[in-house]
């Protein structure tokens, strides 16, 4: 496993924005890019739920749920994974986790987001 350090969370408006960042401290530059990515989050008494994960050509894909308001992005030269979250909505309040190389990859320690109102 590697260390996935994830920053950026924290309490925002409904409406507001916030950009979550997620380091791979010590990760080959060749091994990130090569890498699936993806973000998942976690409600209270609910399952985990795929968030947004760039395709296998490198295109990014998004949960229906945040279609035009969030945006996955990476710095390859950073080791850095990013989501950028605007207009949020109550219902986006969870945890959220990236992740490298699925489920059985690395995951971050989650960062928690709460929307209010």
């Known amino acids: 496993q590697v260390t996935l350090v994830q920053s950026g969370g924290g309490l925002v408006q409904a409406g507001g924005s916030l950009k979550l960042s997620c380091l791979a401290s010590r990760m080959i530059t060749s091994t990130f890019w090569a890498s699936t990515k993806a973000w998942y989050r976690q409600a209270p008494g609910k399952e985990r739920e795929l968030v947004a994960t760039f395709t296998t050509d490198g295109r990014p894909n998004y949960a229906d749920s945040v279609k035009g308001r969030f945006t996955i992005s990476r710095d390859n030269s950073r080791k850095t994974l990013y989501l950028q979250m605007n207009n949020l909505k109550p219902e986006d309040t969870a945890v959220y986790y990236c992740?490298?190389?699925?489920?059985?990859?690395?995951w971050g320690q989650g960062t928690q987001v709460t929307v209010s109102s």
């Open positions: 992740n490298f190389d699925g489920e059985h990859g690395s």
